[in-house]
């Protein structure tokens, strides 16, 4: 177990496993935080406040960030944000990574956000599913109960005076996930302080009830003109002369790292009213924490505290913030925490203690300009592996620091290294990692989950090589030796955590003083790019083979064999062993299997596979799995990169698994064009059925080079992204009539670049069918779209995924036909899931289905309707 994962154990279980960082949040690959001496002292004016307030919503962006700005700059409380999924049944803006995927983009988004707007983040184990239209239907795909928990567990946590939701509990919320927050925000308020609701958290934590719960609603839930008199109002448009910035300022900042959701925002200026409708707790008539004392004096003896504090305040020197260590120090003394009952029954005032002597730390350091940092010479290594480190520190105060230990599960350093003024130490050491490191997979994503809830492994043990980190752990904690539960962590050392510590990390402990400070450092890979300078991404502990399985989904439309290639990937030099496919019954691959030698780190071989259905092959959907094994061990998970500037670089471990489809398909035409709009993988799948695809750029949409292109195929949201389809439009539109075919996949009914996307109006909206195995009905039996190449019937709309279509048109001009017609559940029927017109000697057709979702996902009835869509008139 890393040292990372056992600082995580202490955290949560005593108190502080959510709360571990500076006074502003910190990523976890980034250059070590400074701060200004503006940032210093709004710290110091935070260590004097003792308020927290929770935000309540249900995904990323949900989040109201200039409320969550203000909040944290203005009225210094501790602030978070707690998101009941990871946004993973959204569209992406920014590339082709869907689910799981952009879950971890938008959880790394969200973090982003708060490291600009000053809030924390947290989150349940609910998945984001897709778009529900009630809380019913959310609450049968959810576990509403295990959602419930989670949102206790981390009020009980954070001990927030106040919680306050995005949405209200009704339909008006627009969404059912939507709902379904502040449904569960208001159970959660009474179930927090219910000592019989959740008994199993108090093993490490108390329950605590929140003072007031709030609805902060706005324009979009406010009727033009109606009385606001019954609202709490605050006005969160200031200005934070610290900072240099309004709240608006800071929010749209903030708000703009939503990058995948195309959320980038303006600033706003001056007055900005945020309405607070009070749902629960004692009644409050002009602020939200009217009556809570929000000083030292709400603990017992913190009055004492708060004083110094105040001290430390009035002798800031803006010009030498290190002249305050002395003063932090002897706050530090009077915070220090003697003896914690281990199983986290502490009242209110050990919260405090462990909440304000991090910041207190964190203060010190940025006051001394310490800069401590450890770096690897790579970015990626197995278990048991050498490791070349680099530790820099550097001291650009005048007062004497000493770095008196380094310790971690690899390294233990009891030495004493001074660190004089201005004067870089650079410690550099070779390293081997403990053979119990684990692949570095985002803990949600470890062991499988359902449709709408995620799974997080119930217990983990921590091997008895980490009795360095762990030691290090207790000497904080002011314990001389760790109890004997310490060496297993629980599901709660992750729950609720916006992502899994660092896979490798240190403790390094200063001396100031003749006090010792403990401070967690990440051991990052660090870079220089020509362009962008320096880079850093997390250290990442790889398996000792990687398998990557190309392609999303291999299809077969005859019994002819398809290539399959499967790429091994090194995590260490010298690995060698043998690969083979686990197939389905009636399926064989040659070579059966294949042996593999990888002389390098990071060496890569590519090992081809011809798959062929046999006889015995059931029709539909299966599954392949490629399976290494080195040392009689097997491996079968992939490496995956995930790279975007705003972001920090994640790397994922994918089962290496894809779809296998055996299908009855016929097409006419070969050559394909296709524009990608937000992005999306259609283009693969339309290869695997055998067509040529050539990926467009704008400026290849003219007359004479669209007429060698049987069909052309827009990508989804490409009206919302390709900006020069304003101009280009009237080319694609004389290609249609010129005899050509195109297919438009679905646009978002907002932000088009241009108010007419087909040859006939037709209005886009936000209507969809979410229930993605909702029975279908051939509004026109006898149109082509529906008999050639290929008969579609109803078993063609069987095993779809997350959802059966989107941002359908609301109203279309007669000249378009519909096709196909389907409902959700109490609601009227949907007609304009597929429309198609008739235009000169060719075909416009429009489609809101989720094909994108469905054919990476390998569901053969999608294969067969976009076959028949691009074959049209052929």
Not at 576 to 605: I, M, R, V, Y
Not at 756 to 777: C, F, H, Q, W
């Amino acid at each position: 177990m890393r040292f990372f994962s056992s600082s995580v154990a202490r955290c949560a279980t005593a108190l502080l496993l959510l709360t571990c960082g500076s006074w502003l949040p910190t990523a976890q690959a980034q250059a070590p935080k400074t701060y200004t001496s503006s940032e210093i002292l709004l710290g110091l004016k935070k260590l004097n406040v003792l308020g927290s307030v929770m935000y309540m919503a249900a995904h990323p962006d949900d989040e109201n960030t200039r409320l969550i700005a203000y909040m944290a700059n203005g009225r210094l409380l501790e602030t978070g944000y707690l998101s009941c999924t990871r946004g993973d049944g959204g569209q992406n803006l920014i590339g082709p990574e869907l689910r799981e995927q952009l879950g971890v983009i938008r959880t790394q988004e969200l973090l982003a956000a708060r490291r600009i707007d000053g809030g924390r983040q947290f989150f349940t184990r609910a998945n984001d599913f897709g778009f529900s239209k009630t809380a019913e239907e959310t609450f049968t795909i959810w576990d509403k109960e295990q959602v419930l928990a989670d949102m206790v567990w981390v009020i009980r946590q954070r001990r927030p005076d106040v919680l306050i939701t995005r949405f209200p509990p009704d339909a008006r919320a627009g969404h059912g996930h939507h709902t379904a927050s502040a449904i569960l925000a208001a159970e959660a308020f009474d179930a927090a302080g219910d000592p019989k609701r959740f008994p199993e958290q108090l093993k490490y934590v108390q329950v605590w009830q929140p003072k007031r719960l709030f609805w902060n609603t706005g324009s979009f839930f406010v009727k033009p003109g109606e009385n606001m008199d019954g609202y709490l109002k605050l006005d969160a448009g200031g200005y934070n002369p610290l900072l240099g910035q309004s709240y608006g300022e800071i929010a749209a900042r903030s708000r703009s790292q939503h990058k995948s959701q195309g959320f980038g925002s303006a600033a706003t200026r001056g007055e900005a009213l945020e309405y607070l409708q009070q749902v629960k707790g004692n009644k409050a008539s002009k602020d939200p924490f009217e009556g809570i004392d929000q000083s030292w004096n709400r603990v017992p003896g913190g009055a004492a505290i708060g004083k110094m504090i105040d001290e430390v305040i009035r002798k800031y020197d803006a010009s030498n913030p290190s002249a305050s260590v002395a003063g932090l120090l002897k706050v530090r003394s009077a915070l220090a925490v003697k003896s914690v009952a281990w199983n986290g029954n502490a009242p209110d005032l050990s919260f405090w203690q462990h909440e304000k002597r991090e910041q207190v730390d964190n203060l010190i350091k940025a006051c001394l300009g310490l800069y401590i940092e450890a770096t690897a010479s790579e970015a990626a290594i197995a278990a048991s592996q050498h490791l070349q480190l680099n530790i820099e520190a550097l001291n650009r105060s005048a007062l004497p620091v000493k770095m008196t230990g380094i310790y971690g599960d690899f390294i233990r350093l009891d030495t004493s290294i001074s660190l004089p003024p201005g004067k870089p130490m650079i410690l550099k050491r070779k390293v081997k990692l403990n053979p119990f490191e684990e692949v570095a997979q985002p803990y949600w994503l470890r062991k499988p989950g359902t449709v709408g809830m995620y799974s997080v492994p119930e217990t983990l043990s921590l091997p008895s090589g980490s009795d360095a980190a762990m030691s290090t752990a207790a000497r904080r904690r002011g314990l001389s030796t760790l109890p004997d539960e310490y060496h297993s962590l629980t599901q709660y050392q992750f729950i609720g955590s916006p992502e899994t510590p660092n896979a490798v990390g240190l403790a390094v402990v200063v001396s100031v003083a003749g006090a010792d400070i403990f401070y967690e450092i990440p051991v990052q890979y660090k870079s220089t790019d020509p362009v962008e300078g320096e880079k850093y991404r997390p250290l990442t502990v790889v398996p000792p083979v990687a398998v990557n399985i190309g392609g999303r989904a291999y299809v077969f439309a005859d019994n002819a064999p398809k290539t399959i290639p499967v790429t091994l990937r090194a995590g260490r030099a010298g690995v060698k062993g043998s690969l083979t496919l686990a197939l389905p019954a009636g399926w064989k691959a040659e070579p059966t299997t294949a042996a593999f030698d990888l002389a390098n780190k990071d060496g890569e071989q590519t090992v081809f596979f011809q798959v062929q259905p046999g006889p015995g092959a059931a029709e539909g959907k299966s599954e392949v799995r490629a399976v290494a094994t080195v040392d009689g061990q097997a491996y079968s998970r992939g490496y995956q990169v995930i790279q975007y500037n705003h972001i920090p670089t994640q790397t994922l471990f994918p089962e290496a698994v894809a779809p296998l489809v055996k299908l009855d398909l016929k097409r006419k035409g070969q050559e394909i064009g296709y524009l990608m709009g937000a992005g999306d993988e259609v283009p693969d799948a339309l290869r695997q059925i055998g067509y040529n695809v050539t990926l467009l750029k704008p400026e290849d949409l003219s007359a004479d080079y669209l007429r060698r292109f049987d069909a052309v195929v827009l990508g989804v949201r490409a009206y919302n992204t390709v900006d020069r389809l304003k101009t280009l439009q009237p080319n694609l539109l004389k290609y249609v009539e010129n005899g050509g075919n195109v297919v438009v996949q679905y646009v978002v009914n907002r932000g088009t670049v241009l108010p007419e996307i087909g040859p006939y109006p037709l209005k886009l909206s936000s209507d969809r069918v979410t229930v993605e195995n909702a029975a279908v009905t051939f509004l026109n039996p006898k149109q082509p779209l529906l008999n050639t190449p290929n008969k579609i019937t109803a078993k063609d709309f069987e095993g779809w995924v997350q959802e059966q279509g989107l941002y359908y048109p609301s109203s279309w001009d007669p000249k378009y036909q519909t096709v196909i017609s389907s409902h959700d559940p109490g609601e009227a029927a949907k007609e304009s899931a597929i429309l198609v017109a008739d235009y000169g000697r060719g075909h416009y057709i429009y489609t809101g289905l989720s094909l994108f979702r469905e054919l990476p996902a390998g569901v053969p009835g999608a294969y067969r309707l976009l076959t028949n869509m691009v074959s049209l008139g052929k």
